[in-house]
């Protein structure tokens, strides 16, 4: 089967980009857009930029790129501590260093019959990978009948992000709150897990997902048992952002060539990862 690899590992930048714009989307969720033409041409769905929040910061953040317009580049964030709030502070016009792109992405095979299709599952500011990756499937899906799917998953409609981009793009998209206060009230996993009772699984190619680590883990056990194809971009805490400090492990099975023995290994989120095959994790 024919794939591309949607995300390479690719020169790593340093710069001091310009803030072009800054805006808050939702209560504590904000939309900030810099100028980094070097990092705009390369990067790719499933990468991040690690940036620098300010004086009394020592790490960086990591954040995962969510559009890429010419020379600019866009990330999707939520206010949840010290560096994101002095994130939020700052202002266009101001500067700030990146280090990117960074990390492994998403592979997507080219050759699929025309009446299939992907299914993307976010939750909460997962959503950002995600939207890179529908920009990027909706061109190599142009010819197919079945529309792009996505499932959009938070606490509260509040904390549901960017539903009207995905509908630009000509997605078709599920909503799930906890709180039912738009959408589906339950898990978005619940929502997913209900559709493929009516939905001939069949006809889905793969499914890319990103949120929370309970929730990828639920869907990989629904798609193991309906053998769909599925990968996960993964959430954690990074140190440096490269994978010399191993800080952001996680433990992915491994066969052993001389043995018939399955071992695990571990290997970083921000440099191996952060996409996996979700049969590769080992899930705990």
């Known amino acids: 089967m024919l794939t591309a690899k949607l995300s390479i590992q690719n020169k790593v930048y340093h710069l001091q980009s310009l803030i072009t714009d800054q805006k808050e989307i939702s209560s504590g969720y904000f939309r900030l857009i810099f100028s980094a033409p070097q990092i705009a041409q390369i990067a790719q769905p499933g990468q991040f930029v690690h940036i620098y929040c300010g004086e009394g910061t020592y790490l960086r953040r990591p954040f995962s790129i969510a559009k890429v317009k010419k020379n600019q580049v866009e990330i999707i964030y939520k206010v949840v501590g010290k560096g994101t709030e002095l994130l939020s502070r700052k202002k266009k016009g101001n500067t700030l260093d990146v280090l990117g792109p960074l990390g492994n992405g998403f592979t997507q095979s080219l050759n699929h019959p025309i009446t299939q299709s992907p299914i993307l599952i976010a939750g909460g500011t997962g959503v950002a990978s995600l939207l890179f990756l529908a920009q990027k499937l909706i061109t190599l899906y142009t010819s197919h009948l079945t529309p792009l799917t996505v ?33 589906y009230k339950g898990l978005v996993t619940d929502l997913f ?92």
């Open 151 to 183: 499932f959009l998953g938070a606490k509260t409609k509040n904390d549901l992000l960017c539903i009207d981009n995905f509908k630009k793009l000509g997605c078709q998209v599920k909503l799930a709150t906890e709180d039912g206060s738009l959408g």
């Open 193 to 284: 897990r209900n559709s493929l009772i009516t939905h001939n699984s069949s006809l889905i190619t793969n499914i890319y997902a990103c949120g929370p680590y309970a929730m990828l883990k639920e869907i990989a056990k629904i798609t193991q048992k309906y053998k769909i194809p599925y990968q996960v971009s993964l959430e954690a805490m990074m140190a440096c952002g490269l994978g010399a400090c191993r800080g952001c492990v996680v433990k992915t099975s491994h066969q052993s060539l001389t043995t018939s023995h399955q071992h695990f290994v571990y290997k970083t989120v921000c440099k191996d990862g952060p996409v996996f095959e979700a049969n590769q994790i080992i899930w705990e």
